[in-house]
């Protein structure tokens, strides 16, 4: 028999919705009998090992619904990535605290925590149910349809991309925005969606699941220069050669990388920078800007998804269901069905831990420079509603005098 005492933690990076899915655990939690305690551990699995813990159940729900409705990790997060021996710390926490069901908010490598700890607990005997609530503006997770975070940091990048656009036609050249998916191109694909007139751009999409070559690059730009007269283009930060090599490490002099060794990419202007380097040098075209959009994709206040809302409350919601009444571990699962609507599943730890979702196929179209329609039907329903809108003039043209 569990003990009634949870702990729920949040990992790696913050979502515009990660908090709905925090109070979610809270909440149902709070209703089941069983449950004496709701714990909360500050700054990830780091805070479980430092035993630096809150008692969640002491906040009133008036205030838990004002932090489920504000982006960012209320409990603060962490990227440590956890090994077997990281792993079994945060078990003998597990165990001294007498925690019967842990929540772990997070992505791919949150997901293998869960699995491990939830391995040392089943070796050890220990009465732990443990199950992963997955989050990623990535949209990366094997086994679901969509991943909470994704739809709001889409509806992010759509409308960027359609005010870039603007601007763009207002002043024509050349516009580069770089979009974070190290090896998922979802996110920079979303850029598609912030289209309405047939020439609007991002008229070239880079992603990912495509390798990419330089030269075709730049002939790409100068074609669609050469025709509407100015260019966008949306640019996946893990754009890489045929090797496998990441591009930004290609035409960089110094190459920045994060604790785990991985090329850092995201928060830097560098291959922005560097591509549209490459496009004024080799195309003389002057009017060249890019922009990273960098962590403004993540927790941006006021550009949430209505549906990513409720989705990652129901998730968490879920959760605490599976964990009480189900008894076994997993991680939870957005499973489509219908025209839209969502049904919920509890997948094995070991389909999810470790494994990563690119881009299917049928999602991108066969240049390779941008999103067919089943993926702008895929995206659309998760956007949300109350997406803005843009117009243009209808010129009449008045006839030349002097300029004939």
């Known amino acids: 028999m569990s003990s ?29 009998q069983q ?26 729900s008036a205030n838990l619904e004002l932090v489920a409705a504000t982006p960012s990790s ?3 997060s962490t990227r440590d990535k956890p090994d077997i021996p990281y792993c079994q710390e945060i078990f003998k926490v597990l165990q001294a605290h007498e925690i019967g069901h842990f929540f772990y908010i997070g992505g791919n490598d949150s997901s293998d925590t869960v699995r491990i700890v939830s391995e040392e607990a089943a070796k050890a005997g220990y009465a732990l149910r443990c199950v992963h609530i997955p989050k990623t503006i990535d949209n990366d997770l094997v086994g679901s349809d969509h991943t909470p975070g994704f739809p709001s940091a889409a509806r992010f990048v759509a409308q960027a991309f359609a005010g870039a656009n603007l601007d763009n036609a207002s002043l024509p050249g050349v516009y580069v925005g770089v979009v974070m998916g190290r090896h998922a191109g979802f996110l920079t694909a979303a850029a598609a969606l912030g289209r309405k007139f047939p020439d609007d751009g991002p008229h070239l999409i880079y992603l990912p699941e495509r390798v990419f070559v ?25 754009i890489h050669d045929a090797s496998g090599a990441a591009i930004a490490t290609l035409l960089s ?9 991985n090329v850092q990419l995201s928060g830097t ?14 195309l003389g075209i002057k009017r060249v800007r890019g922009d990273t959009f960098g962590y403004l994709q993540r927790s941006f206040l006021g550009c949430v998804s209505d549906v990513d809302q409720r989705e990652a409350r129901e998730v968490a919601e879920k959760a605490v269901q599976f ?18 609507a969502v049904n919920y599943a509890l997948l094995a730890l070991s389909d999810v831990a470790g494994k990563t979702r690119v881009m299917e196929d049928e999602f991108i179209s066969a240049s390779g420079t941008d999103v067919t329609d089943a993926f702008r039907l895929y995206l659309r329903p998760l956007l949300g509603s109350g997406m803005p809108d843009a117009f243009r003039l209808r010129p009449a043209r008045v006839d030349k005098i002097l300029n004939k």
């Not at 909360?40 to 159940?57: K, P, Q, S, T, Y």
């Not at 202007?269 to 080799?282: T, Y």
């Not at 964990?323 to 839209?340: E, L, N, T």
Request: aromatic share 6%; proline share 1%.
């Open 269 to 282: 202007g560098a291959l922005a920078d560097l591509l549209c380097d490459e496009i004024k040098s080799k």
């Open 4 to 32: 009634g005492k949870i702990l729920v933690a949040q990992g790696g990076g913050p979502t515009a919705v990660i908090n709905q899915s925090l109070a979610g655990v809270v909440l149902e939690a709070r209703r089941m």
């Open 253 to 261: 002099k110094e190459v920045e990388r994060d604790a785990h060794g």
């Open 214 to 238: 330089l030269e075709q690059f730049l002939a790409d730009v100068k074609a669609v220069y050469e025709r509407y007269g100015r260019c966008v283009v949306a640019v996946s930060e893990g």
């Open 35 to 60: 449950v004496t305690r709701v714990y909360g551990a500050l700054h990830g699995v780091r805070g479980i090992v430092d035993e630096d813990f809150v008692d969640l159940g002491q906040e009133t």
């Open 74 to 76: 209320a409990l603060g």
């Open 323 to 340: 964990a009480m009444w189900g008894g076994r571990d997993g991680s939870v699962a957005i499973q489509r069905s219908g025209d839209y």
